[in-house]
């Protein structure tokens, strides 16, 4: 039996809430009415807060993509992060929506973005891998060169989005203090902490040019210890391991990069290095093959499964 419909809230928080409801409960069509009631309200107050109408625009684009409409929901998204550039949400159901149109550039760099952003999240992986299998099929083994261009983040974006990360973390706690629950949540590095860590990064990388391996781990150490959620960190780290011959550590940050980038070419590449020096020749075929799944061309992997695989003849 539909719910009864009740006398429409006038605030946009109100609709907003009343929006989340119904989408909750399944009722995407009435979440979309309240929403676009909320995006009316809030452009003719002129109200100047583009932050609370790309959230609103995302949340229609949810409703949207719930429904197939998926046009709609990429004309949302696309208003939405026009507002607030490299918003998590609306690039994950943007990509959603040009998957299911079939049109697999797209949405492999919108999923290729979130990853930038955030490359724990499993649904972005999850949509590359799907991405890279279908653009293999469609445009065969030079795919990648038929891509546009992929964002590049800047660090002042990235510093941004660790403040709106970090107050987002302290809003939960408070709520769940307030609730009498314990909120188990994981530490967001502050923007100060992401914007250090990058220039001890940077330093590290400059060591490596000069040859500088062990002061260049030195510095990738104490850039993770402030940000341990950058992959990047933890392949270069394993790099200077490899020159440094110490395997076991190289092997270590390596698993490190691709539990928060299970696809991650240059770790599972590192890793393979690793397997190979320390006599684990499986494994280190194992790493090559799941490589070659993503770059079937990718020459210095094809080169080193042939010499593995003449040691195992």
Not at 180 to 192: F, H, L, M, N, Y
Not at 205 to 224: D, L, P, R, W
Not at 294 to 308: F, G, I, Y
């Given at each position: ?96 929506a ?64 660790a403040?709106?990360?970090a ?43 000069k ?33 440094l011959?110490?395997y ?24 393979a ?41």
């Amino acid at each position: 039996m539909p719910a009864k419909r009740r006398c429409q809230p006038a605030s946009v928080p109100a609709l907003k809430q009343s929006g989340n409801e119904c989408f909750k409960n399944g009722q995407y069509g009435e979440a979309a009415s309240f929403y676009t009631q909320a995006v009316t309200l809030l452009q003719k107050s002129g109200t100047n807060s583009p932050e609370e109408l790309s959230v609103l625009l995302s949340n229609r684009a949810a409703c949207f993509l719930k429904e197939g409409n998926c046009t709609d929901c990429v004309k949302d998204c696309t208003a939405s992060l026009e507002l607030v550039p490299f918003g998590v949400k609306p690039l994950l159901r943007r990509a959603a929506a040009y998957e299911a149109l079939e049109r697999y550039r797209l949405a492999y760099v919108d999923y290729k973005t979130v990853l930038q952003l955030d490359c724990t999240i499993k649904a972005a992986h999850d949509g590359t891998n799907r991405m890279t299998q279908a653009l293999t099929e469609q445009d065969g083994p030079s795919w990648r060169e038929k891509l546009p261009p992929i964002p590049t983040i800047s660090l002042s974006d990235r510093e941004r989005l660790a403040e709106a990360g970090a107050k987002a973390q302290g809003d939960r706690i408070s709520t769940a203090q307030q609730n009498g629950t314990t909120a188990k949540v994981d530490r967001v590095p502050s923007a100060e902490a992401v914007k250090r860590a990058h220039a001890l990064k940077e330093e590290g990388n400059a060591f490596v040019k000069k040859g500088e391996h062990k002061a260049a781990v030195e510095k990738y150490t104490e850039s993770i210890e402030l940000n341990p959620k950058e992959v990047t960190t933890y392949t270069n780290r394993a790099l200077c391991h490899l020159s440094l011959k110490k395997y076991q550590e190289a092997k270590k940050d390596s698993a490190e990069a691709l539990k928060l980038d299970p696809g991650n070419v240059k770790a599972l590449y590192r890793r393979a290095q690793a397997h190979k020096e320390l006599k684990d020749y499986k494994a280190c075929v194992a790493d090559l093959n799941a490589l070659l799944k993503t770059e079937p061309k990718n020459v210095t992997a094809l080169k080193l499964l042939h010499d593995v695989r003449k040691i195992l003849k």
